[in-house]
């Protein structure tokens, strides 16, 4: 290695080594405590960015500090390669999905070899490949055996511009999230998995996840969304049917005025067929279908509403009641049907005031009165019933079980529990999917596909579009097939799997990943799972992380798997932020279109800087990996990336936060180089209770051993194991490593141990400098297996100072004592010392002359 930190060189060489070696590579071994560390495996969109290298820095250094403690680690790597993005791309970019998606994957696979990251390379995933996907063929065949996968239609978000359902969360104000394109409301038929069947588990399970982040269990509770309460049947005037309400407030039932049903509701169109209303009701469903749903239900949203021109009858109070359709009310909450109670609901309250109808008070307050005419809001509250019957005067709580007796004794309605949860609808009407494994056959329905035909390859000849639905339509070969029971023609299903589905279960699939005779092998499935430690985005709480819930129960139930929930710890890690910089003229800028006087170098016009928010590229706040990589190297990048900001937070980027890392790595180097020799020779043990000279380091080495620990192992502090191992670096820079003959020894050996236990505290940071000093010190094997250093408790613990000891102005010795040694102490331990002993040999003492804390000063009466 040429003098200074040739960073290229460096990695380049122990890239080359690790790979060749299989460093990383993990097996099953019982003899050993296991640790499977997993970061959320990437979308190939064409390069990393900063949010992957930070990412996978944070459990690159988890992994590699896991091996030196002796733990045998899994930390693999793959590709969530499927979705729409690839044809979105595939049509921009004039080529195919397939190259679109397996060229990104193999830049993007160099890229995080070259920041150093220690994956599993052989157990590499991508969910585009058949190896993989007729897995998920195959469990969906499982599942659908087993009842918990069904067809319905159902509405659906639908964009026009993908000709594809979008998730809830994928509309974002009315629009689609990928696109900007209006989403309408659409009856689709499509699949479905039955997630509904595990609510309560997958709520009473979240207690038992004590590493999870509380926010991230609180957005599943919420999701979930657990009521408990009581099902009431309204009978329809002058019909035979009735409306079903959900309600968790039955002690309000005597105060229901009218009802409204969500614009969905399949009733909200023909109670008004006839009526005067009809085209009212009309109208209004249709514009509530191009509106978001999610939106409609926020509190402070406008209540808008139709009389539907029928009627139902209040089963408590016997009063004819009329039916309105709502914009706040939706289909998926409760039964899409809800009784209004204005004087005790805020939202019932707002829409009876904005159209006029009745209020009639059902509880109070337990200590006030309330007049219906005159509240200006509802009384959502517990309190005291009134104008209830027999019920009047009850507290609530009471109230709501004597009125569940009731309703159930008259059969008009029953105690239940509902969730806001809904069943997983994963039919998309795309091409690059998983294709779903379903034939349909005039004559036998629906037929699945046999478990020797998968899997179902999807075809490669197709031409995206992006209009008229699936492009898998016009592929005929595809298209037609036998019918797998009676052999008559038949048509495969065209829908292609959410994507979700993907990442349901590809962490089960790493644990054996070339296993042939099912989609994992149970033996080892059981001896990695669950994953110790996940890693990814706050972004994830609900959807990704409560699908893969789902589906490891699932699989569970299949006799697969051992295990009840696939994630012990997990970390949502923040985001990497940067301030941006916006021309009058041209908008956003890169900071590479920025010259240093802040101007525009396009139009040479001032610049306006940003607020510091997550980098983009729309906002085209963001730094490229490549150029960290060329100008200061991957070690940097990480160490940076480590050091700026707890995991947890956001990182605000910092141009001087990035040279500061790297000036620091180059000072490690020079620590090395200056002492090179010195740091080459022999070794042997270091006796702390006798080191004088060499003894402020070793404990700071000692305690720097302690702090990088329980930062890394206990908080993920990373941040603050840097910080120590900086405050290290400097106190071995202010050693002298040479000295006088009867401290030579001591001080070689001290600065030995300091240097190398810094360059084991900091391998996991930065992996490729440390290996390459560890080679040139002449250790011997890769630094990555050696033991991880430890610490003397004792040690750590030991509060002293150092004591100067003279005789007759003279200093003959350094002592070291504890820190609350009074003076008595001091004189006691000065003339013990067999130093000092020798030095007053045949002299009198005359007096001791005390300095606390500092200095000893015997002074003598001359030989004797």
């Known amino acids: 290695m040429a003098r200074g930190y040739d960073f290229k060189t460096i990695e380049a060489k122990w890239q080359g080594v690790w790979e060749e070696s299989g460093a990383f590579a993990a097996t099953e071994d019982p003899e050993r405590r296991k640790f499977y560390l997993l970061e959320m495996y990437p979308y190939p969109s064409g390069r990393i960015h900063m949010g992957h290298v930070r990412n996978y820095a944070i459990g690159d250094v988890l992994a590699r500090f896991l091996r030196m403690r002796g733990y045998n680690v899994l930390h693999p790597m793959g590709w969530d390669s499927f979705g729409l993005p690839a044809?979105?791309?595939?049509?921009?970019?004039?080529?195919?999905?397939?190259?679109?998606?397996?060229?990104?994957?193999?830049?993007?696979?160099?890229?995080?070899?070259?920041?150093?990251?220690?994956?599993?390379?052989?157990?590499?995933i991508t969910c585009s490949d058949p190896d993989y996907y007729r897995w998920g063929q195959w469990l969906f065949l499982k599942l659908y055996e087993k009842g918990l996968v069904y067809k319905k239609s159902s509405t659906v978000n639908w964009c026009e511009a993908c000709q594809t359902v979008l998730a809830n969360e994928q509309v974002e104000g009315g629009l689609c999230w990928r696109d900007g394109t209006p989403v309408v409301q659409k009856e689709l038929p499509g699949w479905f998995f039955?997630?509904?069947?595990?609510?309560?588990?997958?709520?009473?399970?979240?207690?038992n996840l004590s590493g999870w982040p509380e926010p991230v269990k609180v957005m599943q509770r919420n999701w979930i969304g657990k009521s408990i309460g009581a099902e009431v049947r309204f009978p329809l005037a002058e019909r035979e049917a009735a409306l079903t309400i959900f309600t968790t407030r039955q002690d309000t039932l005597f105060g229901a005025t009218f009802m409204v049903l969500a614009p969905e509701h399949p009733l909200a169109l023909s109670l008004s067929k006839g009526t005067s209303q009809e085209q009212h009701v009309k109208a209004f469903v249709d514009r509530m279908k191009l509106e978001d749903r999610t939106q409609r239900a926020v509190a402070d949203a406008s209540k808008e509403g139709v009389f539907t021109g029928a009627y139902a009858i209040n089963p408590l109070t016997h009063e004819r009641i009329p039916v309105w359709i709502g914009n706040f009310v939706l289909?998926?909450?409760?039964?899409?049907?809800?009784?209004?109670?204005?004087?005790?609901?805020?939202?019932?309250?707002?829409?009876?005031?904005?159209?006029?109808?009745?209020?009639?008070?059902?509880?109070?307050?337990?200590?006030?009165?309330?007049?219906?005419?005159?509240?200006?809001?509802?009384?959502?509250?517990?309190?005291?019933?009134?104008?209830?019957?027999?019920?009047?005067?009850?507290?609530?709580?009471?109230?709501?079980?004597?009125?569940?007796?009731?309703?159930?004794?008259?059969?008009?309605?029953?105690?239940?529990?509902?969730?806001?949860?809904?069943d997983w609808g994963i039919s998309r009407q795309r091409y690059w999917g998983n294709p779903i494994p379903i034939v349909y056959c005039d004559g036998c329905g629906v037929v699945p596909v046999p478990y020797q035909e998968l899997p179902i390859i999807l075809p490669q000849d197709v031409q995206i579009t992006m209009k008229g639905g699936s492009p898998l339509q016009k592929v005929a070969t595809f298209t037609h097939v036998a019918c797998p029971r009676c052999g008559s023609p038949a048509r495969r299903e065209m829908d292609t799997m959410d994507t979700f589905v993907d990442s349901s279960w590809y962490f089960?699939?790493?644990?054996?990943?070339?296993?042939?005779?099912?989609?994992?092998?149970?033996?080892?499935?059981?001896?990695?799972?669950?994953?110790?430690?996940?890693?990814?985005?706050?972004?994830?709480?609900?959807?990704?992380?409560?699908?893969?819930?789902?589906?490891?129960?699932?699989?569970?139930?299949?006799?697969?798997?051992a295990i009840d929930e696939p994630?012990?710890?997990?970390?949502?890690?923040?985001?990497?932020?940067?301030?941006?910089?916006?021309?009058?003229?041209?908008?956003?800028?890169?900071?590479?279109?920025?010259?240093?006087?802040?101007?525009?170098?396009?139009?040479?016009?001032?610049?306006?800087?940003?607020?510091?928010?997550?980098?983009?590229?729309?906002?085209?706040?963001?730094?490229?990996?490549?150029?960290?990589?060329?100008?200061?190297?991957?070690?940097?990048a990480r160490l940076f990336c480590l050091f700026a900001a707890p995991p947890e937070r956001d990182l605000e980027w910092s141009e001087q936060g990035v040279e500061g890392s790297f000036r620091f790595l180059s000072r490690i180097v020079r620590l090395v180089e200056d002492h090179e020799a010195l740091l080459k020779a022999p070794l042997a043990p270091i006796l702390f209770q006798g080191l004088v000279a060499g003894r402020a380091l070793y404990r700071k080495a000692q305690q720097t051993i302690k702090r990088v620990t329980e930062d890394i192992e206990e908080e993920f502090h990373f941040n603050t194991a840097i910080s120590a191992l900086m405050e290290l670096a400097n106190e071995i820079g202010r050693f002298e490593p040479a000295g006088p003959a009867d401290e030579a020894d001591e001080r070689r050996l001290t600065y030995s141990y300091a240097v190398e236990t810094l360059l084991l505290l900091l391998s996991p940071f930065a992996p490729h400098l440390c290996e390459e000093l560890w080679e040139r010190l002449g250790r011997g094997g890769s630094i990555f297996q050696a033991a991880w250093p430890t610490y003397d408790p004792a040690v750590i613990m030991a509060d002293e100072i150092v004591v100067v000891v003279q005789i007759d102005g003279k200093v003959r010795s350094r002592l070291f004592m504890p820190a609350d040694a009074d003076e008595s102490t001091m004189r006691e331990v000065a003339l013990a010392d067999e130093r000092i002993k020798g030095w007053l040999d045949g002299r009198s003492i005359r007096k001791v002359v005390i300095v606390p804390k500092k200095l000893v000063n015997i002074v003598t009466g001359g030989v004797r």
């Open 87 to 124: 044809e979105n791309a595939a049509i921009e970019h004039r080529t195919h999905p397939a190259k679109w998606t397996y060229d990104n994957i193999a830049y993007m696979r160099t890229q995080l070899k070259r920041m150093g990251f220690s994956y599993d390379w052989q157990r590499e």
């Open 567 to 636: 994630f012990n710890r997990l970390l949502t890690q923040g985001m990497v932020c940067k301030e941006t910089y916006r021309c009058p003229e041209h908008g956003f800028r890169l900071p590479e279109e920025v010259d240093t006087a802040r101007a525009c170098k396009a139009c040479g016009r001032p610049i306006e800087i940003g607020r510091i928010e997550k980098m983009s590229k729309s906002k085209k706040n963001v730094i490229d990996p490549e150029d960290l990589l060329m100008q200061y190297g991957a070690d940097t």
């Open 194 to 207: 039955r997630i509904t069947a595990y609510a309560e588990e997958l709520l009473s399970c979240l207690d």
């Open 331 to 422: 289909l998926e909450y409760g039964t899409g049907a809800i009784m209004a109670v204005p004087s005790n609901d805020q939202r019932d309250f707002e829409f009876a005031k904005t159209y006029g109808l009745p209020i009639r008070l059902a509880v109070k307050p337990v200590d006030a009165d309330l007049d219906e005419s005159s509240m200006q809001q509802a009384h959502e509250g517990e309190g005291v019933l009134v104008n209830s019957g027999p019920f009047t005067g009850m507290g609530s709580e009471q109230a709501r079980e004597a009125i569940a007796d009731f309703l159930e004794r008259r059969g008009i309605g029953k105690r239940t529990v509902h969730y806001r949860l809904r």
């Open 508 to 561: 089960l699939r790493f644990t054996s990943p070339h296993a042939e005779d099912g989609p994992v092998s149970p033996a080892r499935v059981n001896y990695w799972m669950p994953v110790d430690q996940y890693i990814g985005g706050i972004e994830h709480a609900v959807l990704h992380l409560l699908y893969a819930r789902f589906f490891t129960k699932a699989v569970r139930d299949l006799g697969l798997i």
